[in-house]
T-cell receptor, first 109, second 110 residues
Framework: AQRVTQPEKLLSVFKGAPVELKCNYS??????LFWYVQYSRQRLQLLLR??SRESIKGFTADLNKGETSFHLKKPFAQEEDSAMYYC???????????FGTGTRLQVFP | DVKVTQSSRYLVKRTGEKVFLECVQD?????MFWYRQDPGLGLRLIYF???????EKGDIPEGYSVSREKKERFSLILESASTNQTSMYLC?????????FGPGTRLTVL
């Protein structure tokens, strides 16, 4: 079965601290992995996808197929990073998007 | 920019009423989705449509139905609203796995 697990509901850090939001998945096949972000009073939007191998707003995520993980990392958190973060997957032969339960990141000044 | 619009931002209905939530996208995407978003439960997929008149059940389809008569429009129907359907409903369209979301409809069922 397809499943995305985000073990942390809330992650609180101080500005300048490193951040890692965890995501594990189960999928029979090769999925495509994404991180979405929802800032306060804004729409859910794509942050990054694993096939792009890009860094967006200082965030990176590496797909580890052995550990079936796609953790989101940023070396130095900023206050404006405070938001709800969702990990998601879709299959290569389908665009059905499955989301995790989300992690709220709070960055304190 | 892709635009996904939802017919209402806030909706209050009574138990037993039939409720229609409408979603329109303007980028000719084939895929459209309805999710409900609840604290601690994340986004749960209700229904997915990959083409006009084509639909697939998501994880929580019970109590819901959908309609996709035109490519740009995907409707979610609550046949007989119940209080446990009080939630935030998000519509999305996607292309190549990238999802574009609407602003959401906060539905309260009294």
């Amino acid at each position: 079965a397809q499943r995305v697990t985000q073990p942390e509901k809330l992650l609180s850090v101080f500005k300048g601290a490193p951040v890692e939001l965890k995501c594990n998945y189960s999928y029979s096949g090769s999925p495509e992995l994404f991180w979405y972000v929802q800032y306060s009073r804004q729409r859910l939007q794509l942050l990054l996808r694993h096939i792009s191998r890009e860094s967006i707003k200082g965030f990176t995520a590496d797909l580890n197929k052995g550990e079936t993980s796609f953790h989101l990392k940023k070396p130095f958190a900023q206050e404006e990073d405070s938001a709800m973060y969702y990990c998601a997957l879709s299959g290569l032969n389908t665009d059905k998007l499955i989301f995790g339960t989300g992690t709220r990141l709070q960055v304190f000044p | 920019d892709v635009k996904v619009t939802q017919s209402s931002r806030y909706l209050v209905k009574r138990t037993g009423e039939k409720v229609f939530l409408e979603c329109v996208q303007d980028m000719d995407h084939e895929n459209m989705f309805w999710y409900r978003q609840d604290p601690g439960l994340g986004l749960r997929l209700i229904y997915f449509s990959y083409d006009v008149k084509m639909k697939e059940k998501g994880d929580i389809p019970e109590g819901y139905s959908v309609s996709r008569e035109k490519k740009e429009r995907f409707s979610l129907i609550l046949e007989s609203a119940s209080t446990n359907q009080t939630s935030m409903y998000l519509c999305a369209s996607s292309i190549s796995g990238r999802g574009f979301f609407g602003p959401g409809t906060r539905l309260t069922v009294l």
